[in-house]
């Protein structure tokens, strides 16, 4: 019976691409594609202010909202947030994620991928508020400065304009903190793995023909770690864009583009400026990927 | 006798407790084509990489023309290399890959351009320095990793088993287009290989590894006829060795001797033997036809197998198959024989 069916699949292997593919072609395009486009949908619709309802009728009053000089402040601080976040966590990534593909025996090198990833085993909630903890007034971080005598330095930091504040919990610098930790692990495993497909002979090649050890990296190491640099920039953006719960946590009280589209949503039920609101990452990531892609991102794929 | 290119000055790498290479003495001379021949494992590469820097001997000392450069980290060292995966920057065009040894060294573009054009030339592949890496044949890839190695005019030019991915008949193209470059660019070139018979038809003198030590260093003729151990008369090319009573019977010496399959003649047990003419008695076991020549497997008295290669001059495959199961006389020239100890 198992046998008659086997063969009878074996002759049709259409059907059999059928099968597989159908169930999650589906998914994609009814529960992922249809909800994205409903969102597309509805940033066209408005809310009607006086009665609180949103009327279905295909206007661009919404995404007009979107230039108001808030609405362009949020845009603004979370894309140069995202960026600060990605610049960071690919220079604190890139000599781990080095050391890693290069140097590290096999038994630890399975340790610290392990190290690296654990954090992402326990709650991202939990671990937010443990850093709001570590980073508060009364927090570690300031008793260790206290204890070093270098409190000046920390109130020097903080009373920067623009990024400091009352303490580094209710700083964006420590928001960048939170950020940066958050989605580091994102950023060493696409580097370490593209570290990891260099084969050594290349950087003995380069070595042979006269380059110092400076020289190789410039040349072939980095160039070659490029691709894996832009795809973990890509999750440590566009995961710093619509975050919002670490805004909500850390830092001051201006609004990011997460916490915009929660509270649109939510109590203030403007349907349709958030969905528009959404829109903007959206567009932000393109222009990322054509910018990537110029710099030659891809070209090594 | 002018400074040799590469001098090994009691040499030893070890790794843990492995003895990759064990007191190698070596000399390459300048301007030769020299060979690393043995099986994997045997030490050639790890001398190599010796050479080029990429290890550094547990003890002892390489001198490149004098030079002694046991310390000296690549870059410094007059030498480079054609890697086996041949080592091509995947990012860089043909053009880029040749000049980058120019380029780390800061060589003004305009002379940069012209000497990839002469490399390109002298590999021929003119017109090939737009295209990447990946847009050429196994063979291409093969002259531009040759090419980016020539254009620095190094001292010596290392080649690690650089014809082993290639298919047969690219390989013996290369073989003799390697030579004639080797010929041309007049650099000394240390080709390290597995495959004897590449060693025999390429060079000057060869290098006959096993299991790290050196077991002997000669031209290809010399190599082939007076083989100095069991392991190269066993390596390169195939061989009879027998010792004990049986080859006390034929040469009156229990000592181990190896005589090549072809230097036998075969004959019938009533041919008498001529002058200097060594003999013994057998019986045919097997046969196998090759069509250019015919394999003998003969058992000899006090029971050792010999290998005997006859050509087939005048005989057919009718003629030499008959000729399994009968008595035979094997005799060979005293001077086709080596003594190889134990």
């Known amino acids: 019976m198992f046998n008659h069916l086997s063969t009878y699949l074996y002759q049709r292997p259409k059907l059999i691409l059928a099968l597989l593919l159908g169930p999650p072609l589906l998914y994609m395009l009814v529960v992922y594609l249809g909800s994205l486009f409903t969102l597309l949908i509805n940033s066209f619709f408005y809310l009607e202010e006086f009665t609180g309802l949103v009327v279905r009728q295909f206007t661009l009053r919404t995404y007009l909202q979107l230039f108001s000089p808030t609405n362009l402040g949020i845009f603004g601080r979370t894309a140069g947030m995202a960026l600060a976040v990605t610049v960071v966590d690919a220079i604190v990534a890139f000599p781990l994620a080095y050391y890693i593909a290069r140097y590290a025996s096999p038994r630890w090198k399975t340790f610290l991928y392990i190290a690296v990833t654990l954090p992402l085993w326990s709650s991202y909630l939990v671990r937010v508020y443990a850093w709001k903890l570590i980073l508060a007034k009364e927090g570690i971080i300031s008793w260790f400065f206290n204890l070093l005598g270098l409190q000046g330095i920390l109130d020097g930091i903080l009373s920067l304009p623009g990024i400091g504040g009352s303490s580094l919990s209710l700083s964006p610098i420590g928001m960048l903190i939170a950020f940066c930790y958050i989605w580091l692990p994102y950023m060493i495993v696409p580097i370490q793995t593209a570290l990891e497909r260099v084969p050594k002979s290349l950087l003995e090649a380069s070595s042979d023909l006269g380059a110092n050890a400076a020289q190789t990296f410039r040349s072939v190491i980095l160039p070659l770690a490029f691709p894996g640099v832009i795809a973990g920039s890509i999750f440590t953006f566009s995961l710093t864009l619509g975050d919002f719960i670490v805004p909500q946590s850390l830092g001051n009280s201006r609004f990011f583009i997460g916490q915009a589209v929660y509270s649109y949503q939510g109590t203030a039920g403007n349907i349709p400026l958030a969905a528009a609101m959404t829109m903007g990452p959206v567009v932000i990531m393109v222009v990322y990927l054509l910018i990537a892609r110029k710099l030659g991102a891809f070209d090594a794929l | ?342």
Not at chain 2, 137 to 155: C, D, E, M, T, Y
């Open chain 2, 1 to 342: 006798m002018s400074t040799p290119a590469i001098h090994f000055d009691k040499v030893s790498r070890h790794f843990g407790e492995v003895k990759a290479v064990d007191e190698a003495n070596l000399e390459i001379r300048d301007g030769e084509f020299f060979s690393m021949l043995g099986p994997s494992g045997s030490g050639k590469t790890t001398c190599l990489r010796m050479i080029a820097g990429f290890d550094r001997p547990t003890s002892g000392n390489i001198f490149l023309y004098g030079q002694d450069v046991s310390d000296l980290p690549p870059y410094e060292r007059d030498v480079n290399t054609v890697f086996q995966d041949y080592a091509l920057f995947p990012h860089m065009s043909v053009g880029a890959n040749i000049a980058y040894g120019l380029m780390v060294k800061k060589v003004p573009k305009a002379e940069r351009l012209k000497r990839v054009q002469e490399m390109l030339e002298l590999v021929r592949l003119t017109g090939f320095a737009e295209r990447k890496p990946s847009q050429l044949s196994g063979g291409q890839r093969q002259r531009v990793a040759l090419a980016r190695a020539l254009i620095n005019h190094p001292k010596v030019l290392l080649l690690d088993e650089p014809l082993g991915a290639l298919d047969l008949k690219l390989r013996q193209q290369m073989q003799v287009e390697l030579k004639a470059i080797q010929k041309r660019v007049g650099i000394t070139f240390i080709f390290v290989t597995h495959d004897q018979e590449e060693a025999l038809t390429m060079s000057d003198r060869i290098a006959v590894f096993n299991e790290g030590r050196i077991q002997q260093v000669g031209t290809p003729s010399e190599i082939y006829e007076r083989p100095a151990s069991a392991f190269v008369a066993g390596f390169v090319g195939t061989s009879n060795l027998i010792d004990g009573e049986t080859a006390k019977r034929i040469t009156g010496s229990e000592e181990m001797f190896s005589i090549r399959p072809e230097k036998i003649h075969l004959d019938a047990t009533n041919a008498e033997p001529e002058k200097d003419m060594l003999c013994i008695d057998g019986v045919v076991r097997d046969v196998v036809y090759l069509g250019l020549f015919t394999r003998y497997l003969v058992e000899i008295e006090g029971g050792s197998d010999l290998i005997v290669i006859v050509q087939n001059l005048k005989t057919t495959s009718m003629d030499v198959l008959s000729a399994r199961g009968q008595k035979v006389r094997l005799h060979w020239h005293k001077d086709h024989m080596s003594r190889v100890g134990a």
